[in-house]
């Protein structure tokens, strides 16, 4: 009984850490944009102290440019920028010239792990 009871107890920290990031940090999972492109704002439920923007197969532009107050980082169509330790993120996308949908993901990083938003434009 107590041994139960013992990995019941090792087991206890582990999955409330999955829990966690099951939200995505309270930060949208999708945001679309119309093919003329604009500004979209979106919040989660904690800062980020780093923002990388990635294609499908993992290559994109890290950090950027981080100033004492803000983060800025450009990939291609799209441009993510919010002040250092902030919860909202400003997403500013180009026109879309082409036909074709195309996207990009956006991870904040928080708390040594990051949310994912997948960003589609028309």
């Known amino acids: 009984m107590k041994r139960k009871i013992l990995i019941a107890f090792l087991f206890i ?4 850490a999955s829990c966690e990031t099951d ?7 999708k945001i ?3 093919k003329e492109g604009g500004i979209i704002f979106c919040s989660g439920a904690k800062s980020c102290y780093l ?3 990635d294609n499908y197969n993992g290559n994109g532009a890290g ?6 107050d ?7 169509w799209l441009t993510v920028k ?7 993120l400003k997403m500013t996308a180009a026109p879309n010239p082409s036909r074709k949908k195309r996207k990009l993901y ?12 997948k960003v589609e434009q028309y």
């Open 82 to 88: 919010c002040k250092r330790y902030d919860k909202q």
């Open 70 to 76: 803000s983060i800025r980082v450009t990939n291609n």
């Open 63 to 68: 950090s950027g440019i981080r100033d004492t």
């Open 13 to 16: 920290p582990f999955l409330l």
């Open 106 to 117: 956006v991870y904040p990083w928080i708390d040594d792990s990051f949310a994912e938003i």
């Open 51 to 53: 923002i990388e923007i």
């Open 32 to 34: 679309t944009f119309q």
């Open 23 to 29: 939200d995505n940090y309270g930060y949208p999972s």
